[in-house]
């Protein structure tokens, strides 16, 4: 849904060999892409380090340093102030990234593994299947990506993994198109009419021929993905939508309670919401860059 | 091209039937059923027994089913829970005011991302264009309702420049024959209160309109850097016409092709965004009216709601379709 | 169209800061609107929209806000009190049984429609709902009847109506079924006002239909487009999810209003409504939350005003759930909670620690009741004394959506709670639900966990309105039957001599504090802001509040 569908029309490509290592050259040479490897190589340091990096535990409440009942702005032994409830905003933060990259990661691999399975399955079968698989896709598009989302945390009851289910079945109908669109373009490339013609197996060319070769386009989209994964999970922890448990360091539902203190508070707001704007912001910059990378358009010009 | 336009109407039945199936099932799905949705707070077993029947929702699953298609095709969607007024009454007000809002977004996105993206690709490989790639990669990140709380944070509140919430302020007294505001209010011929409308929208809509701004933008560079090494525009050059007619006619227009396609993709997220930027703004659509149904279980609504919406969506993409189908040449001759 | 790069750039920063430029040279009116000594305007910030404006159909506080400035009923209570004064009756006695009620009524009263007011219309509408049927008797509709009257005509529950009738023109006596130490005071409930009979006709106030396929409908447009009462103002119009116009009534019998106009504009979020109130855009809001208080407090251009605290806040234990039928355990869970940092931390000085379950202001309440006090390692021994394995499992529930004078964000309540007893001995698990229907309902089924988070505003002032409705009989909330406690309560219902009556309450506080079904942790007083130019305005404890008497210096 949102950005990465937006942008999955736009990515089209064929895999000629040797586009790998080229890619890869390109890669480095761009400097976006440089800045969005360091954004997230930064947000995954922090994610796994998060315990040393914290000076204060992520749930640990002091309800006494609250003033006129909120809370005290950055000071020397809070660097990012303190929440409602005396917590330590910087340590939250700080495990709040180990959250959305867990939510992240685990949404899109949702919803690329069923979409892939799917999209593999309608691109290779074709005829009435492929019809019905994306009649179905259809249907779901049809939806408003963050009301489908809404509707199954509604009907699943709140809670982390079913956030992550809400947010990957969002993202299953753009995986299946993508790599049907990609698998019907290379069915017909003349490697696999080749391998077909010496007698390869059907299976066996699906997955040593035609998977390989549609994949990057998949990449692209699946980096993108995670951008958008992590702003969905934030808007349904916003929705008051988030992890069961309301003591969890999650960034969205960090940034729900704190709009109530914006007046009083409004670091409590700023904070997380970079941190969102931070993390997403790398994986775009990456996404584009592996998009230009890529993409044989850009040959030679980036 | 009507054969085409048939064609795609044809397809829309089955999409709206399954459309229909999942919304009816979901419904189902929700914990507490449909009838203690309707009794609420202080409900008994008993009463709940009695809506059940009161709503055939005793009946076996394909019967309720039926009934349901076949209301729900007279244009008949039901009584809200909480109102009691006809959903009907209430889309015609939730209605109009979501598409205000998003076609707002939607020109001023396309008022700054066109241009934006054009001047960018013109200048390709400047600091301009790297600053409009910058702008526009910030844009997608940033959470549609943490930029509306931003925008409202240091607008409404800090500067106490425009208005925090609704449609109109509660003073201004105007007929809503259309429930567009804006378009209410010229036709009342009142200035004072388009101003008022106007104001409301602002926010919201520069809000909402970013992610498509800076989406528009992006996609209009590539589609203009594309374009503008074709053959035809060499040809185009090389016949000595001016700079800016082949920027019009040939550059702009084929550059339009994808950015017309994206227009559609948009409607989606538009929606999307729409239900967190009303949120921030209390701002009385489609958005906040569906999210404050999912939380009361206000089925009738959902029902109704839901699929109206996607209707329009799927609809919006038709129609983006259709107009791609126009504008490009090779679609048309075939 | 000239697609010169550096034009763009230009074109699109001279429209941004024309942008801001214009916004801002228009935003400066802010705060000018409705002045004037006398009349004016009034934009009050609502939470929500009312369900309707039929009075005898509705029991949410948005609704009877909203019915209380265009309806009376028969008595009503002196502003800021919750003493019982007349209305539209002027006096009022029972025959010696306590059941026969003769009402005398003002004289020259119309409704709003112009038609007379008279008893013939007091007993058309005391008739209209008690032969209320289907739909209509559903508690979502009827709640306050049946809780007061108890059934209908139909006769399928016991009612404590029996019948009106005018006697004259002036005169109209209700006779009731047995004799009943609440029943006046509760006609002074917004439920029991007068409406016109012809209006009711008129508008098909009691038209709706029961589809097979699509359930209730109401078909009329009495409480939707023309609501006729006998009230200080009249209704004008009403457009779902912006606003509710109400105007002067020019003919009222009593003090006229002083406002010309009075719009009720709902604002869901409670930002939002602060934000409101700064901008200009409305001129008062009801549920301020705590943290807003010194903002507001800090702005010489608004006021804030306190309501008695006429309400309590508790966390629910159900004995259902085991151990908690063992008074131990029940006891580790008060040891266990940090009551006193909540209320003093979260509720920026406008809350109390509760000891009992009703507020200290009513009748019957006992000053010697057991206390509790925040005591981790003693809610440790005393789990250990009840021979559980520590930690002990607990399901605790939190609602969500929601706003209440006595827990103004549930969800920072929850967390500090589930804190300190995760502190001493317990292990939280914690589960939400959005307030209505799924918390509200989970609540009374007793499905919400072992402890849960929910409270009380009282309905008028009778301590049989706090711990009559939690204790007197058991329910699936508690999930116990305790028969000193229930039998202590009927007693001091059907007492009629009041300092007995107050004494059988104390003696019910203690008993039940003893028992500790749960613990009561706040009574708080809850504030309403408006303009520092917005001036008449008298709180109530049970926030009967009339905008008749408020007027713009």
Redesign the interface.
Known sequence: MSVAEAEAREVRLDAPSGLWSEAWRRLRRNPGAIVGFVLVAAFVTVAIFAPLIATHGPREQNLSLLQGSCCPGPSGSHFFGVDALGRDLFSRVVYGARFSLLIGVVSVAVGLSVGLLIGAVAGYLGGWIDSILMRLMDIMLSIPGLLLAIGIVAALGPGLTQIMIAVGATQVPIFARLLRGSILATREADYVLAARAVGVKRRSILVSHILPNSLSPVIVQGTLALATAIIDVAGLGFLGLGPQDPSTPEWGTMLTDTTRYLQTAPFLALIPGAAIVVSVLGFNLIGDGLREALDPRFRGRA | MLKFVVRRLLLLV??LL??SI?VFV?IR????GPA?????????RE?VE??ER???LNKPIHVQYW??LS?TARG?L??SI?????VTD?LK??FPATIELTLAAMLFSLA?GI??G???A??YGTS?DHAS?VFS??G???????LA??L??V???K?????????????L?IE?PTNFYLLDALLAGDLNAF?DVF?HL?LPAVALGS?PLA?IAR?TR?AVL?VQNEDYVRTARAKGLSP?VV??RHI?RNALL?IV??IG??A??L???A??TE????F?GMGTW??DA????NF?VLQGG?LF??LV??LVNLLVDVLYAVINPRIRVS | MDLKPRKFVLLIAASALAFVLVAGGCGGDKKKSSSGGNGGELVFGTTADPVVLDPALVSDGESLRAADQMFEGLVTLKPGTTEVVAGLAKSWEADAAGTAWTFQLQDGVTFHDGTPFNADAVCFNFDRWYNFKGPFQAESATYYWQAVFGGFSDGKEESLYKSCEATDDSTAVITITKASSSFLGALALTNFTIASPDALAKYDADEGSVDEETGFKPTGTYGTEHPTGTGPFKFESWTRGDRLVMVKNDDYWGDKAKLDRLIFRPISDNAARLQALQNGEIQGYDLVEPQDVATIEGDSDLQILDRPAFNVGYVTINQKVKPFDQIEVRQAVAAGLDREAVVSQFYAGRGEVAKEFMPPSLEGYSDNVEEYTYDPAKAKSLLQKAGVTIPLKVDFWYPTDISRPYMPDPKRNFEAFAASLNKSGFKVVPHSAPWSPDYVGRVDEGTAGALNLIGWTGDYGDPDNFIGVFFQRPSSQWGFTNDEISNTLDKAESETDAAKRTELYMEANQEIMRFLPGVPYVHTKPAIAFNSNVEGYKTSPVSLEPFSLVSIG
């Open positions: 089955p999409i399954g459309l999942l979901w799905a929700l914990p507490g203690q949705a309707l009794l609420g707070e202080r409900a008994t009463s009695q809506i009161q709503y055939g009934s349901y209301t008949d039901g009584t909480t109102t009691r007024r006809p209430e007000q939730r700054f241009p934006l054009f001047a960018a013109k200048r301009l790639l990669l910030l997608v990140s940033i959470p549609v309702f943490f709380i931003l409202k944070y607008f409404a509140v500067l106490g420049l425009l208005p925090t919430v609704g449609r109109i302020s509660a003073l007294d809503h101003w104001k602002l992610i989406i996609i590539a594309d800016r920027d019009e702009f994808p396609t994206i993709l948009q989606g997220l929606l999307s965004g239900v967190l949120t921030v703004f209390a009385p569906l999210v999912i939380r009361a279980r009738p839901i919406v996607s969506f799927v």
